[in-house]
């Protein structure tokens, strides 16, 4: 039971990170400004140079060590990709 | 007056299914809410209290409730094409957050939240028809730290305490579960056998059990959302579950489960 848990105190210095995580989770209006370009959606939130270049890559280690939370890392993924190849889904 | 007692997986692949989600174990999944859906109409429920996770979509960082009742005329969520609007119990809403907090629980409120897929992913397979207006109660399972099992199941006792005082024929449904871990290095290995184990034990009416359980052990079984079911089980103390399917996934356990009341 020492290993760290899975899902962690969200430290405060990636909230901006996660901001921006959850917006890509949740607003549309952002994912679409993001989709068109990434760099200007991410100045609206203040991110820094390497938080901007993680987030565009999708780079889940580099996000989960700057303190991202493990959800919001999985789940804005999958929105993008949901935006980006639509026909891969089936819905119910 | 509590009529009905269930919950149901809120896995997302089960509404837009990718191609690497089996499609078969999907349409199980889909027969046991269609179970759900067709007990619901036959218990005629007024009102459908449901226990869910945020999945931080209602509240991001900026303000984090333990416990949470939505109080609006009604709620709406988004995903993808998706849109839900389903209309609040409000007096029902009322009477759960003003009579919890009179039985020594400090919930959190709001009139006006986007509503989570927690909620209506279940809700989409398994509304009744007519629909029923719903109560949305909110158990913070994201973003730690948690309320302990012990906490939800002493919260889920006063609810089934105030439901069952109530005129309304109320249905109450957890959303969550089973083992699961998105965005961490276990996303493809889950703790089935837990899941397995912990069924017997509910098929049993030990649901007590789940209360002494730690939020430790949850996270490390990748279980933080049976914190819903820990509320349910406050509510229906020793029923012994009626488990409709439990189908694991390679990256979720799916289970749908009844407790008559």
Redesign the interface.
Do not use: A, T
């Given at each position: 039971?020492n290993?760290p848990?899975?899902?962690?105190?969200?430290p405060a210095s990636a909230?901006r990170l996660?901001?921006c995580l959850?917006a890509l989770?949740?607003d549309?209006a952002f994912r679409a400004r993001f989709l068109k370009d990434a760099q200007a959606a991410m100045s609206e939130l203040a991110l820094d140079a390497e938080e901007a270049g993680a987030v565009a890559r999708g780079d889940?280690d580099a996000l989960?060590a700057r303190g991202a939370?493990?959800?919001?890392?999985?789940?804005a993924d999958?929105?993008l990709r949901?935006e980006r190849e639509?026909v891969?889904?089936?819905?119910? | 007056m509590l009529v009905g007692a269930f919950a149901c997986a809120h896995t997302p692949q089960l509404l837009a299914r990718p191609s690497t989600e089996d499609r078969d174990l999907v349409l199980r999944v889909h027969a046991a809410f269609a179970r759900v859906k067709r007990r619901l109409e036959a218990l005629r429920a007024d009102a459908i209290a449901i226990v869910a996770g945020d999945h931080v979509e209602a509240f991001f960082l900026d303000a984090v409730p333990a416990l949470a009742v939505y109080v609006g005329t009604e709620c709406t969520g988004t995903f993808g094409h998706y849109r839900y609007r389903f209309p609040i119990h409000e007096p029902l809403a009322r009477a759960v957050v003003e009579q919890g907090v009179e039985r020594g629980f400090d919930l959190f409120y709001t009139q006006h939240a986007p509503l989570d897929y927690a909620f209506y992913i279940p809700l989409h397979f398994t509304m009744p028809e007519p629909a029923a207006p719903i109560v949305p109660l909110h158990v913070n399972v994201y973003l730690p730290p948690q309320p302990t099992p012990r906490r939800c199941y002493d919260w889920g006792r006063a609810l089934g305490e105030i439901l069952r005082t109530r005129p309304e024929r109320v249905v109450l449904m957890a959303s969550g579960g089973m083992s699961h871990f998105p965005g961490t290095d276990r996303y493809a290995s889950p703790e089935f056998e837990y899941d397995r184990r912990l069924l017997e034990v509910l098929k049993a009416g030990r649901g007590r059990e789940l209360a002494a359980i730690t939020g430790q052990e949850l996270d490390k079984m990748g279980n933080i959302e049976l914190r819903t079911w820990a509320t349910l089980l406050g509510a229906v103390g020793e029923a012994k579950a009626e488990v409709y399917c439990y189908e694991p996934s390679w990256h979720h356990g799916n289970a749908v489960v009844e407790w008559p009341v």
């Open positions: 039971m290993d848990p899975h899902y962690r105190f969200p909230y996660n901001r959850f989770k949740s549309d889940r989960l939370h493990p959800y919001l890392v999985f789940m999958l929105r949901m639509p891969s889904f089936e819905f119910f | -």
